[in-house]
């Protein structure tokens, strides 16, 4: 990731006085194949959503907490073999501290909340990519979850010559899950995809357009979120 998506302190005590224009506690998610464009979207979109008054967290999966780091650093060791289904709980045993110590304590006090990768991630990598079945996989991601969903998850479809050229440009060394081959991945992008088409809380956007335009229509799809929680 280029953006070090900082893993803010968890959110203080609910009485505690907070700079709270708008309290509609609202759970964005970004999705997308590694360097669709995720990083570079939600600091525009936390940058904008700031501006219209938002107390905006924005975090990421695996991450977000001190455990959470700690896993992240195991999961993308390239040098760790790891296997399918210990990816699918070592990632899920992050996301339910994450859920638990961040997420949860954030939408209570009315922040909206931005994550960089949540379930379906899990769905697409794990389930699409790797072959695991995908209704044992639910059942994970809900033990860790449990009734915390986003209100919209934005996948960012974009190919995937597109998205390793980009990756390439960048220059930063591949981790354990990047340096899998192009079937692996277009097997990920078909899943999120899948998982986009079968659920009305998704917004799939062509992640080839220019950041400027991915940034206006990802704006426009959180703030009819935002209103469709406050009216
Ligand atoms: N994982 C995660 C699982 O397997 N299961 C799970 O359950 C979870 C939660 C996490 C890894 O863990 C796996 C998936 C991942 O392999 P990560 O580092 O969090 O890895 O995620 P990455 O997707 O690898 O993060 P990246 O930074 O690599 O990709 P981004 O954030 O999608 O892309 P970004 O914004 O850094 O952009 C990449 C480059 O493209 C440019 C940017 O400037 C940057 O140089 N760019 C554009 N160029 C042209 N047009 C645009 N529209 C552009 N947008 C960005």
Do not use: W
């Amino acid at each position: 990731m280029s953006m070090a998506l900082a893993s803010e302190s968890p959110p203080s005590a609910p009485d505690a006085p907070r700079l709270i224009h708008s309290n509609a506690s609202v759970f964005i998610v970004i999705e997308g194949i590694e360097g669709s464009g995720k990083s570079t979207l939600i600091a525009a979109l936390a940058h904008a959503l700031r501006g219209d008054g938002h107390d905006v967290l924005m975090t990421r999966e695996p991450g977000g907490t001190p455990l959470g780091d700690a896993v992240r650093e195991i999961f993308l060791d390239r040098a760790l073999p790891i296997a399918p289904m210990t990816e699918a709980l070592l990632v899920n045993a992050a996301r339910a501290q994450h859920v638990s110590d961040v997420i949860r304590p954030a939408l209570a006090v009315g922040r909206l909340v931005i994550c960089d990768r949540f379930t379906d991630s899990t769905l697409a990598y794990q389930g699409y990519g790797r072959g695991l079945e995908l209704e044992p996989l639910r059942a994970v991601c809900k033990i860790a979850v449990g009734d915390v969903e986003p209100n919209l998850t934005l996948l960012l479809d974009t190919p995937v010559s597109v998205a390793r050229d980009r990756l390439r440009t960048r220059g930063v060394a591949t981790d354990r899950i990047e340096r899998e081959d192009d079937a692996f991945h277009e097997r990920v992008r078909r899943g999120f995809l899948e998982l986009a088409e079968s659920s009305p809380r998704h917004r799939a956007i062509d992640g080839r357009l220019s950041e400027k335009q991915i940034f206006d229509e990802s704006l426009n799809a959180v703030r009819a979120a935002v209103g469709a929680r406050v009216s």
